[in-house]
């Protein structure tokens, strides 16, 4: 039941998760939704997420069953018939339920709508401030001592949070790091293909077919 209950619980941070994605100010992925479906019974804009809502509740079910299983380890004098009653339910019923929701995410995860434009137009909200720990490694890399770097690039990243602007432009007109970091080796820093330089070899660990394409292009 507790392996079980673990396995709903990673069903349901999956779920959550693309709740999460799903929300409008977000809206990185969505649920498929059928031509004939309706969403808010109030808002007739939305599209729920009722998979994924569906999906959390349910685990929820499984963890209250694997409570039951640990309420049947103590049993009086070695072992009553207490436990039967509850096993009958909860064994049956958790692994039907779990097989379900298995099935629907696996549904869910098939036809979900991505949106990369979305993704990118979230990153650059930040204004390049993503990259701020590239940049630290850079500079730690040249030479510069790890506690020096963190004070160039937090002084160039809370100027940026505060008036906006380009977070690599500032860092290219700091006196220290431009000293310090060749322009190249700067503009490396906010290229995002580092991020994905391992996922073809993930998903080979994994066995899973490789993504069409395994990194965004340069810009």
Known sequence: MQALALCATGIERWAQEFRHLQRTEVREVEESFGAAQKGSSAMPHKR???IAERLC?????????????????PLWHERDISHSSAERVIL??????????LDKLTTLVRHLRVFPD?????????????HSQQV???????????????????????A?????????DRLAADPDVAAALPPA?????FDLSHHF???????????LPLPRTSRPPRE
């Open 48 to 50: 729920n997420p009722i």
């Open 57 to 73: 509740g349910l685990a929820r079910v499984i963890r209250a069953n694997s409570l039951a299983a640990l309420e049947d380890v």
């Open 92 to 101: 049956a019923d958790s692994c039907i339920l779990l097989d379900y929701m």
């Open 118 to 130: 979305r993704m990118k137009a979230n990153l650059d909200l930040t204004h390049g401030l993503i």
């Open 136 to 158: 630290l490694l850079a500079l730690v890399g040249h030479g510069v001592a790890r506690e020096t770097a963190y004070r160039w690039v937090q002084r160039n990243a809370m």
């Open 160 to 168: 940026c949070w505060q008036s906006g602007g380009s977070f690599h």
């Open 185 to 189: 080796d700067l503009a490396a820093c």
């Open 197 to 207: 330089r391992d996922v073809r070899r993930t998903f080979r660990a994994a066995g």
